[in-house]
């Protein structure tokens, strides 16, 4: 017998223990090894281990406060505190402890030789549980019965510094591209489920904190908490008048309760040219005869962009505080250079959370301030179309010119791009403050109200100044040119709702009803003067340009028309058996922007879910843990137009000579109309959710179809009886379908290793229906000089949004000359016969039939990393870069070098045809990313420590011969790469995070 287990039969007494020393010695023999490994934790208490631990997220950036830790097998169970450190005792190195946290998987850790245990927790995206921001409160994601996307944090694009760029394709049907490429002073499009107007706002709502209308630029990603998008018009009709194209919900983080928690993170940023315009060397210049050789070789594209750009941001979050009072804070400072000479970008920013609790948690008071102030320098895009089109054999400095640079003066269109930035300044600054304050008032456990202020106050400063030497004042004779801007816009809210929250039985309900108000006022000023006595000065000294005392300086002023909305409000979304559930919305809306007789609308939605898992017949389908079918129905307005148009305005008008003095006259600033309605959309969605193998898989399925009615749209009137040419009406309608899939796959989930991939999967199809009478059209996207190409884009009723209306390329003469189709499919040679628009067609399509993205998240012990793909399908892309600079057929400029490889026997001028079409099709390798966090032992006093870095944009596979294929395909002119595109570049970031 074993002598430590006979001594410690002999302490414990032999009167209570003879039976079990006896038992304990019949199952020492080797044969009974698994009952004593049952008994061992029994009858050797000094066995025991303490094992402690931490609970964070998949990435470790943020400690689980609450998490529960139970001993498998058994009733022992802690939770974490607020730092997510937890305590256990533990009965052997075979014990295995089960981690719980709501809105996360559940894991099972094996304790092992450790002492010390690091549980990483992954986000189950599709918990049921899950509580998911709505328009004006939450609900359970198992009550959700239209389609919402939550993108938490963790699920932001690596590498990206704003939330909506970081969330490119994450969202099915959402489109979100910048303006401008990478240049930091870009500004983002947004649009959800195609097209939905042609003249009102065409973007989805973006709600910061509760606050309409609020500007991304007042939220750093590290404060994100949520984003939740509201894609179907039953979602979003509660937000009536601005929803119609879907409502985007930012919600940023709340204080932490506990001791204070202090995160540094700070990046580093560097770019560089993927892909750039092939123009001929300065030897081919010279050899293909195109212009002088003029004793230089530059490349000018080379010399316009910035080498080895850096940018940098850092950022501290600060939380703590009590339960009744605590703190969320923010500082950031971020310096952005642009691969483009001439970009720079500074912010300076901050923001508080508040959260304070009075009467024994009976009234919250919350409140959520943030301010930005941003100086930017703002490049000129012309000058990559300028170097491209530069006699390579120029040089852009000069040593005699007391500039140092080669002042090309007097060409069309032909200027040196250094000199140009050098020359020159466009300066902006930004200042953003955004502000809310809500006091709720919990009146039962089920019964709240909330009354809610907020502002939003945005501001520009611009500046601008050329100088006495720029190409211009040397042309015109003029000593410098200045100007200064400056405009403030206003926007003020009141809410007021009342929240009801109940479960009973088998019954929830979950209710909100209000009022809401919003103003919005705008004002601003400017003045330009020129011909000053020293350049030094700049826009300083506005007053000493002679163009003032010439009366030849300008100056203005404007004041917005003062806009209004007001609405009631309500919601209403029950659950039985949490089978059956039902939500129905309404707003009821009134805008200060129509006539009072069209001044209010109602906008409905109504949608419901049969959750069909929790049916008895579905009880012994094992594979199925969730299966949800979805279907409503909604309606939206747009009022995203003019204030001018239903009241009649006056402005000043012209100048008249009366007695030998000027006067100015006042008249009407537009035709009036009075009876200007809404626009409205009215928007239907299925949709089906559903979770299997043992909750592994997950995803959901949605069709929509929508109508747009009474588009606001300028038409042409005759004059008289019209004062003027053009007057807004409510006069057609279009339509758009599409199908949006996501898909994701937790594959593996152990102790050591996770790994999640998610597919995303979006078509949609828009089309114009009708304009007036069904006899119109609106010609847009006209081709610049040199030469009369034309306009590519017809709005034409029948025709869906996106396709290109030109000329049908029919080959090339003999002798290089263009062919086209003409209207009755016949080719001519457009030397012997004159092209008609009645011979333009509608060709291609420049909206992909397929948006896709594959997402791949993997961990390995302290270790995580991420590709992230998307991909285009079926679409075409109008090579503008090609049409303009890609023909032989010019002396005295540049071109690309395909003008003498496939190009070399074309003779005649450019033509607006198909031949410049492209297929756009593109696999983007969009981030791969890296990251370290590591272990506590080795980083105290620190709580936290990861290191990470990514890549983005880095490969693109395509057939494309163009710069980039993925183009601008927002709005109603989709499809175009742009004689002075941004370069396309590559961004690499390294960054760390540190928690105290």
Aim: overall charge neutral.
């Amino acid at each position: 017998m074993n002598r430590k287990l006979l001594m410690n039969c002999r302490l414990i007494g032999a009167s209570k223990v003879a039976f079990m020393c006896l038992f304990a010695i019949h199952v020492s023999n080797p044969l009974e090894a698994d009952a004593r490994s049952r008994l061992t934790h029994v009858v050797e208490p000094n066995q025991q281990k303490i094992i402690t631990g931490q609970v964070t997220n998949s990435d470790g950036t943020e400690n689980l406060s609450g998490a529960t830790v139970k001993l498998k097998g058994s009733s022992t169970t802690v939770t974490t505190n607020v730092d997510g450190f937890f305590e256990i005792s533990v009965p052997s190195t075979e014990a295995i402890l089960v981690i719980t946290y709501m809105g996360y998987q559940s894991r099972e850790v094996l304790v092992g030789n450790q002492s010390a245990i690091t549980v990483r927790m992954v986000e189950d995206s599709n918990s049921l549980d899950e509580v998911v921001v709505v328009g004006y409160g939450s609900l359970d994601r198992r009550d959700l019965t239209s389609p919402v996307s939550v993108i938490k944090q963790k699920d932001l694009i690596a590498g990206a510094v704003s939330p909506l760029i970081a969330i490119q394709g994450k969202v099915p049907g959402l489109t979100v591209a910048s303006t401008n490429g990478t240049d930091p002073n870009a500004g983002l499009s947004l649009q959800l489920r195609g097209v939905n107007s042609i003249n009102a706002s065409q973007g989805p709502l973006v709600v910061i904190d509760g606050v309409p209308g609020g500007d991304i630029n007042s939220v750093v990603r590290e404060d994100i908490e949520s984003i939740n998008v509201l894609r179907d018009a039953s979602a979003a009709a509660i937000y009536g008048t601005r929803a119609s194209g879907g409502v985007i919900l930012i919600t940023t983080k709340r204080p932490q309760i506990g001791k204070t928690n202090v995160t540094f993170t700070s990046e580093y940023f560097t770019e560089r040219v993927r892909r750039r315009p092939e123009v001929l060397t300065g030897d081919e210049f010279v050899e293909y005869g195109l212009g002088e050789d003029l004793g230089h070789r530059t490349d000018w594209y080379d010399e316009v962009m910035n080498k080895n750009p850096f940018s940098h941001r850092q950022v501290v979050n600060i939380s703590g505080g009590s339960e009744n009072a605590n703190v969320y804070t923010t500082f950031f400072k971020r310096k952005a250079e642009a691969i483009a000479m001439g970009s720079e970008r500074g912010e300076l920013g901050g923001r508080i959370n508040s959260n304070f609790k009075f009467f024994d948690g009976r009234a919250e008071l919350s409140t959520q301030v943030s301010y930005n102030q941003v100086d930017a320098d703002f490049t000129n895009n012309d000058i990559f179309n300028m170097a491209l089109v530069l006699n390579p054999t120029e040089t852009p400095y000069n040593t005699s010119d007391i500039t140092g640079y080669n002042v090309l003066v007097g060409g069309y269109d032909y200027w040196n791009p250094l000199a140009e930035v050098a020359l020159r300044s466009d300066q902006r600054q930004y200042r953003y403050l955004l502000a809310n304050s809500a006091l709720k008032i919990n009146i039962t456990d089920q019964l709240s109200t909330t009354a809610t202020v907020g502002i939003k106050s945005n501001s520009e400063h611009g500046r601008f100044y050329r100088s006495a030497q720029h190409r211009e004042s040397r042309l015109n004779g003029i000593d410098g040119y200045a100007s200064q801007n400056y405009g403030r816009w206003e926007d003020r809210i009141f809410e007021w709702s009342a929240s009801y929250d109940n479960r009973w039985e088998r019954h929830h309900l979950n209710a909100v009803a209000g009022y809401s108000y919003q103003d919005f006022n705008g004002q601003g000023f400017n003045a330009n003067n020129s011909n000053f006595p020293v350049d030094g000065i700049r826009e300083h000294d506005l007053g000493t340009g002679t163009f003032l005392p010439d009366g030849r300086a300008g100056m203005g002023s404007y004041k917005n028309p003062w806009v209004k909305l007001a609405a009631f409000f309500g919601r209403a979304n029950y659950s039985f058996d949490n089978r059956y559930i039902a939500t129905a919305t309404v707003r009821h809306e009134g805008s200060s922007k129509f006539d009072p007789a069209n001044r209010w609308g109602t906008f409905a939605g109504i949608s419901g879910a049969w959750r069909i898992s929790e049916e008895a017949f579905m009880k012994n389908v094992g594979f199925i843990q969730d299966l949800k079918l979805r279907a409503g129905y909604g309606e939206t307005g747009n009022e995203g137009f003019s204030a001018n148009t239903a009241r009649r305005m006056y402005g000043a008008d012209t100048w008249w000579l009366f007695a030998g003095n000027w006067n100015r006259t006042y008249g009407v600033m537009h035709n009036q109309n009075r009876d200007i309605r809404w626009e409205v959309k009215k928007e239907y969605n299925i949709g089906l959710d559903f979770t299997i193998l043992n909750n592994k898989l997950t995803g959901r399925v949605d069709y929509y179809k929508r109508f747009i009615d009474d588009m606001i749209y300028d038409i042409s009137v005759s004059q008289p009886p019209a004062i003027h040419d053009r007057t807004q009406m409510n006069i057609g309608d279009m339509q758009n379908q599409g199908i949006e899939f996501e898909l994701n796959y937790n594959v593996v989930n152990n102790a050591d290793w996770n790994y999640t991939t998610t597919f995303v999967a979006a078509h949609n199809r828009s089309r114009l229906n009708s304009l007036w009478g069904s006899q119109t059209f609106a010609d847009r996207k006209g081709f610049p000089a040199p030469g009369s190409p034309g306009n590519a884009v017809r709005l034409f009723p029948g025709e869906d949004i996106g396709r290109f209306f030109i000329w049908q390329h029919a080959g090339f003469t003999d002798d290089g000359q263009w062919m086209l189709y003409d209207q009755n499919g016949e080719a001519f040679d457009v030397t012997e016969r004159n092209k008609t628009l009645a011979d333009k067609r509608f060709i291609g399509n420049g909206i992909p039939r397929v948006q896709l993205s594959w997402n791949h998240s993997i961990a390995y012990k302290n270790w995580d990393a991420g590709v992230y793909m998307r991909s285009w399908l079926g679409y075409d892309v109008f090579n503008m870069i090609n049409m303009y600079y890609s023909l032989p057929n010019v002396r005295g400029q540049n071109v690309l070098r395909t003008a003498f490889e496939e190009h070399r026997d074309i003779v005649g001028e450019k033509e607006l045809s198909d031949y410049w079409l492209e297929k756009g099709d593109f696999l983007k390798i969009d981030v791969i990313s890296l990251g370290y966090t590591f272990k506590k032992d080795w980083i105290k006093p620190l709580s936290n420590l990861r290191l990470y870095a990514s890549g983005r944009d880095l490969f693109v596979f395509t057939k494309y011969s163009g710069l980039d294929p993925e183009v601008n395909i927002n709005g109603l002119e989709p499809g175009f790469e742009e004689r002075n595109a941004y370069p396309k570049t590559r961004t690499f970031m390294f960054g760390l995070q540190a928690n105290f």
